[in-house]
Every structure is written in C-alpha cells, then in structure tokens.
C-alpha cells in the first residue's frame, strides 16, 4: 500500500514549497498518487506558482509526466520552475524514483527551457493518442524528458 511522506513544506533559499494537497491514486483513472505544492516566495504566502508530483510510472505518467508545474507571468524569469524540481528530489528519491519523466508542449519554449536547466535528456517529440484525455483538450503532441536524479 502507497505511503505519502510526511511533509507540510520545503523551504529553500528563493522559494519555498508549500503543501497544498496529497492526492490518492485513481486506478480506475490510472492516476498516481501525487503531491501539489504552491510555489511561494521565500519566507512568505505569496505565491509564485504551483508544481505536482506524481509518484509512480505507468502509461500516463508517459503522456503527462511526473512533475507539472507553472509559474505565473509576473514571476518568470528567475527559474523558479527548474528550482522547485530540484526541490522535490528528495521526495522523489524518497519514494525510490531514480528518475522522473517531465512532458511539455513542443511550443512552450519557457517548458523546454526548464528542462534544459535541469540538464534533462530529451527523448522524443511524439504525437498524442487520441484516446489521452490531453488529445480530448486540444494538444496533439508533447516532448518527453528525462531527469536523472543522481
């Protein structure tokens, strides 16, 4: 049976993460447990954006990743997105990920960017299935990182 780890926030020099929700699997969904942070300005409530890390792989862990995150537009610029990845490595290692997958549209250049200052690999850029409740939105493709951990 899936444990979540016991963690309210993580604080770090810039930002830090605060716990918004621990979501249980969905089998029936194929949705992974996951933890949803806020990114918030050290020391403070005001948030920046919002990360989630899915715990676990299976197939939908490679159309929509184990981490998803945004920044909002008046805090771009300052990797805040890259920063709070590096932030849950531990959780991550903790949960015995050795790697996680990160997914982002081939167009969302800021996405990609973060990525690449994470010095993840890119493994491809592929099209959708059709049946992804993704491809239901509107997207029809992603490109599908690697993060090494170590």
């Known amino acids: 049976m899936f444990e979540f780890i016991n963690i309210s926030k993580i604080e770090g020099e810039e930002i830090d ?27 403070t409530k005001t948030k ?35 920063k709070a990845c590096i932030m849950l490595k531990d959780i991550a ?20 960017k973060t990525c690449e200052y994470l010095d993840a690999e890119l493994l491809e850029i592929f099209d959708l299935p059709e049946w992804t409740e993704m491809y239901q939105m509107g997207k029809r493709s992603k490109c599908r990182y690697r993060w090494d951990l170590s």
Not at 20 to 43: N, S
Not at 61 to 80: M, T
């Open 17 to 43: 993460l605060i716990l918004l929700e621990k979501r249980e699997a969905v089998p029936q969904k194929a949705y992974l447990p996951c933890y949803v942070f806020d990114i918030c300005l050290h020391g």
């Open 93 to 112: 290692r903790k949960h015995n990920h050795e790697y996680l997958i990160i997914t982002c549209d081939p167009y969302n250049i800021p996405s990609r």
């Open 48 to 82: 920046a954006g919002i990360i989630s890390f899915r715990v676990g792989f299976n197939q939908n862990i490679k159309y929509g990743g184990n981490i998803r995150y945004g920044v909002f537009e008046d805090y771009r610029g300052h990797h805040y997105a890259a």
